[in-house]
Nanobody, 122 residues
Framework: QVQLVESGGGLVQAEGSLRLSCQAS????????MGWFRQAPGKEREFVAA????????YYADSVKGRFTISRDNAKNTVYLQMNSLKPEDTAAYYC???????????????WGQGTQVTVSS
């Protein structure tokens, strides 16, 4: 049974930092691209970051470039999202997802976690 379990969300003040984790099981983690997406109330789900299976390449939305860092540990079946210099507009539910291809499009991600809430206060 495939599972993606996010953790690390919470309430933080603007300019603060959080580190999200996503523990995967039930599939061959090391062969999948892993991505982070977010969805704010009343808005569509949007791409945040992705990392290739071999950790060789990373991709970011322009809105988070330079502030967020995606990484993975294939030995631990875990992907991370380090978020620095957080802004109120980063407030959203954050989801990790797995895809067989490198892509920023949510439709191509096969597996999804339940999400973790990040709230940034001004």
């Amino acid at each position: 049974q495939v599972q993606l379990v996010e953790s690390g969300g919470g309430l933080v003040q603007a300019e603060g930092s959080l580190r999200l984790s996503c523990q995967a099981s039930g599939f061959t983690f090391s062969t999948y691209t892993m991505g982070w997406f977010r969805q704010a109330p009343g808005k569509e789900r949007e791409f945040v970051a992705a990392i290739r299976s071999n950790s060789g390449s990373t991709y970011y939305a322009d809105s988070v470039k330079g502030r967020f860092t995606i990484s993975r540990d294939n030995a631990k079946n875990t992907v991370y999202l380090q978020m620095n210099s957080l802004k109120p507009e980063d407030t959203a539910a954050y989801y990790c997802a797995a895809s067989r291809i490198i892509t920023t499009q949510a439709v191509f991600y096969s597996y999804w976690g339940q999400g973790t809430q990040v709230t940034v206060s001004s």
